[in-house]
């Protein structure tokens, strides 16, 4: 371990607030979120994500800052030093290796779906108009079928985030934080007063928040459990590598709080926004992952000032997948830099070489010029289902257990700070509720009980 190097600081806890904030709020929250609740019957799948995001999201955010405090290094050596702490196996230190290695997985598609979203921004700053549905899905699967287009957009993307990456922790990912999250919370306040002024909101509210028991499948409670560890960034070291750099006087209890309340604002916020533009333009909620690239340019297309919302929209949505970009790269590039002693830079650009090529494979099998398949998947998919249903599960499982059964009350009690009754609650529902809970997407899952997500 290279110790010569001082480990940065978050300049305070609410610049933490705001990283750990800008890793939640993503693609996830926007694109997946709309596509995947207008799938699953709207409010069925929007309430239970909320029961699960508030039941396991927010135990497991706060076992993963407390891992990576206590351990103060990168995910794999946090595991490390809080396993030789507390006299457990240093095996547990691939659990980092699992989270540093699916968090590059991630970004390979991650950068893909990101660079889509840049080249709709650069069509809606253009001018460009779809008047049909038609025009609509010909303009997506344009887009999706020339590798050369959607590989270059991967390409800037990868740059932007290297380039944060670079810079550092406090000089690199802070102040891009501090730059992008309040312009993003800003449009997004703008979009949601226009999606309800020129939309139907009320329709939007209605499908999203009226609960019908009907609609409650196995497979929408899968789902929506599944979106709530993506939409938390849980699983994957991004969480563990931001803790590392919060001081120890933080309260890690008041912070999750916050973290978890502003994701499911932004989340619900964006969502009535989309819906409400969807339902007042007669265009329908359920049209897959290409809902927000085919519904919503349509509906700018038609509204009043609709270039300068689609502009502002796109521009979001890329702010919310740039500050998450880069927190998937963290982990991996701070084992780099503390492990190997490599400078920043060099890891950073290091890193990105593998997560750009297989990005590429990404663009060439998702396109019918070149497309090919990966044990029936198309690569984004199959990368996307190999991290959501057996990586973050199977993490989140061994961190719960880890935290919960492992390190051993002293420690945990002394580094989550909470007192009384409210460290009680949460110790135990990671002990018991998290585990069972996991346990049972997981084997719900496995024998393919999700065959309504879309
Ligand atoms: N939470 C991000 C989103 O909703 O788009 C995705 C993500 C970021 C997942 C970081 C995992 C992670 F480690």
Known sequence: ?????????????WAFILVTIGSAVGLGNIWKFSYLAGANGGSAFVLVYLCFVALIGLPLLMAEILIGRRGRGNPVSAMLKTAEESGNSPWWALLGWVGALGALAILSFYSVVAGWIADYLCQAVMGVQVDTPEKAAQGFSNLKDNPLRTGFWHTVFMVLTVWVVARGVVRGIETANKIMMPLLFLILLLLAVWGAKVGNMPMAMHFMFDFKAEALTPGVVLAAMGHAFFSLSLGMGAIMAYGSYLDRETSIGSTSLWVVAANVVIGLLSGMAIFSLTFGYGLSPSSGPGLI??????AFS????????????????????????????EPFVSWLTERCGMRRARAAWGTCVPVWLLGLAVCLSSSSVAGFKVFGYDLLDGLDQLTNRIMMPLSGLAIAVYVGWMLGRPIVADEAG?????????????????????TLVFLGLLIGLDKSIA
């Open 1 to 13: 371990m290279n110790q010569s190097v001082p480990r940065s600081t978050w300049t305070s806890h």
């Open 293 to 298: 690239l085919q519904a919503l340019p349509l």
């Open 302 to 329: 038609h509204m009043p000032f609709g270039q300068i919302f689609s502009v502002l929209f796109f521009l979001f949505v890329l702010f919310a997948a740039w500050t998450s970009s880069i927190s998937l790269m």
């Open 418 to 438: 909470l007192k009384g009754r409210a460290f009680s609650l949460w110790f135990n529902v990671l002990r018991y509720i998290v585990p069972i809970g996991i």
